[in-house]
């Protein structure tokens, strides 16, 4: 008689010719896992794409495909795949300590380390200074921090009115409930009564959609930054907590600001004296060629959450970098903060972070991004820009992102219902590239660790896919 473990054990997975079985592990992930940010109905229709290795700045599929990852897995294998030193941090410290928690007044000593590093690595502007860390597993905690962090000031400084926290509308925040609501994604507040209360948005400084006619970039972004002015006002300045941003919008299609919209965002929330916070969750650890973005821009952050690069994506590990501002306060004012997780701190995952940091300061990832990489991704990146389906072509560091349109001559958008791209996407996935398709704007963030030639590489399949892209849009007659 088979025994109630055997009954549950979970069916094997035939392999043939050392290759996997690929109908076998998509039915076994129909029947019993539930994806993030899915169609559970579709996805069961059509199967999943099965990943199952890695390296550099490849990924290969079940079915043997190499496919060139020009997304980082998602936005966080900056040091690339197949790095040894990082799996022989976490192997050598789950041999000493696998795990002890952050609680009752205990630490260890990889979070201690990791720590005191970051706070080396978060370079002080004006006035602030980064000496503290609050440590989480993921962006969207991190971002749950803030917010309670952000209150929990106020309360002390005798000021409980304030509660209101302002960001941006097309912004991602995270995915918890906090998260989604401190995000402007609308088909996220559809879902689950969001957002939750005092969390109100502004429009998103994006130069191709929402620029006048005639107006320069600078003016635009004096006057984006302007809309948070207008926000606090009509809350009222004595309701308003913090805002929210991320340096560059990356999951809402990598939308780069005007390089005068920081400046004026900080000149306005110095005038009402809000918090600000910086989600770098995408941007910090050499994105945009600095360790932290904030740095890059100029502006003078409160908080910063981060999370993703910090691990090179290869264990979870988030935080807030926590300005002396804000820490003072809760140190010498706060008492006891009732806030936290199971895994604030986690041994293993703060070993892997600090071997990661020890790996981009030896081959400088960072500073080549700044300096070579970067500069070389956008001289390549903007041939783009004259390829008869694409509007405007631009980077910021090691991001980038394109329009799809229908008339380059009027720049022209395409009806929402044709998912356009949606159809580069899956040119992409079939001729060996990951891009990622928002709307209509196709975006990319690779490993840090690419070369010049890699990039030709990349560029050289994005061009191909655009082609197939404006093939196929031809043929269905949907060009303007």
């Known amino acids: 008689m088979n025994s109630p473990l055997n009954l549950m054990s979970p069916p094997a997975i035939v392999r043939r010719e050392s290759v996997l079985d690929t109908k076998a592990i998509q039915a076994l992930d129909s029947a019993h896992y539930m994806h993030p940010f899915t169609d559970h109905q579709d996805?069961?229709?059509?199967?999943?794409r099965v990943i199952t290795k890695a390296d550099g700045i490849y990924v290969w599929d079940s079915e043997g495909n190499k496919i060139l990852d020009a997304m980082s897995g998602l936005w966080c294998v900056s040091?690339?795949?197949?790095?040894?030193?990082?799996?022989?941090?976490?192997?050598?410290?789950?041999?000493?300590?696998?795990?002890?928690?952050?609680?009752?007044?205990?630490?260890?000593?990889?979070?201690?380390?990791?720590?005191?590093?970051?706070?080396?690595l978060a370079k002080p502007v004006g006035d602030r200074r980064f000496d503290?860390?609050?440590?989480?597993?993921?962006?969207?905690?991190?971002?749950?921090?803030?917010?309670?962090?952000?209150?929990?000031?106020w309360d002390l400084l005798d000021q409980p009115q304030r509660k209101v926290i302002i960001s941006r509308k097309n912004a991602y925040h995270g995915s918890t409930m906090a998260?989604?609501?401190?995000?402007?994604?609308s088909g996220m507040h559809a879902q689950g009564d969001l957002p939750?209360?005092?969390?109100?948005?502004?429009?998103?400084?994006?130069?191709?959609?929402?620029?006048?006619p005639g107006e320069t970039e600078q003016a635009f972004g004096v006057r984006a930054a302007g809309w948070l002015e207008e926000k606090i006002l009509e809350v009222g300045p004595e309701k308003v907590a913090a805002f929210i941003g991320e340096p560059v919008q990356g999951a809402g299609g990598v939308i780069i600001p005007p390089d005068s919209y920081w400046p004026e965002i900080q000149r306005i929330v110095d005038k009402y004296g809000i918090l600000l916070v910086s989600d770098e969750v995408i941007c910090a650890f050499g994105r945009l060629g600095y360790w932290f973005a904030y740095e890059k821009f100029g502006?003078?952050?409160?908080?910063?959450?981060?999370?993703?690069?910090?691990?090179?994506?290869?264990?979870?590990?988030?935080?807030?970098?926590?300005?002396?501002r804000v820490a003072k306060v809760l140190i010498e004012k706060g008492g006891e903060f009732n806030h936290g997780y199971t895994y604030s701190g986690h041994p293993v995952a703060c070993a892997v972070a600090l071997a990661n940091i020890a790996l981009m300061e030896r081959e400088n990832l960072v500073g080549r991004v700044r300096t070579d990489v970067g500069p070389y991704l956008a001289e390549k990146f903007k041939t783009l820009a004259g390829h008869p389906l694409v509007g405007v072509a631009e980077t910021c560091g090691f991001t980038a992102g394109l329009v799809l349109v229908k008339?380059?001559?009027?720049?022209?958008?395409?009806?929402?219902?044709?998912?356009?791209?949606?159809?580069?996407?899956?040119h992409c996935f079939a001729n060996g590239l990951i891009m990622r398709a928002?709307?209509?704007?196709?975006?990319?963030?690779?490993?840090?660790?690419?070369?010049?030639?890699?990039?030709?590489?990349?560029?050289?399949?994005?061009?191909?896919?655009l082609d197939l892209t404006y093939a196929e849009l031809k043929d269905k007659e949907l060009l303007g």
């Open 43 to 48: 996805l069961a229709t059509r199967g999943s």
């Open 79 to 120: 040091a690339g795949y197949g790095r040894t030193e990082l799996a022989q941090a976490a192997y050598q410290q789950m041999m000493e300590l696998p795990f002890y928690n952050s609680f009752f007044q205990t630490t260890n000593v990889p979070a201690t380390q990791l720590a005191a590093k970051l706070s080396t």
């Open 179 to 185: 998260g989604a609501s401190l995000g402007g994604m």
């Open 438 to 465: 928002v709307g209509d704007r196709m975006i990319i963030a690779p490993p840090l660790t690419m070369t010049h030639a890699q990039i030709d590489e990349m560029v050289a399949l994005i061009t191909r896919c």
């Open 299 to 324: 502006y003078k952050p409160d908080l910063v959450t981060f999370a993703k690069a910090v691990t090179s994506g290869y264990i979870p590990l988030g935080g807030v970098m926590v300005g002396n």
């Open 132 to 153: 503290h860390v609050f440590f989480s597993s993921s962006g969207s905690e991190s971002n749950d921090t803030n917010v309670r962090m952000v209150r929990r000031y």
């Open 196 to 212: 939750i209360p005092n969390i109100t948005h502004i429009e998103q400084p994006y130069f191709f959609e929402n620029a006048l």
């Open 407 to 426: 008339n380059k001559a009027t720049q022209e958008l395409f009806a929402e219902d044709l998912g356009v791209g949606m159809v580069c996407r899956r």
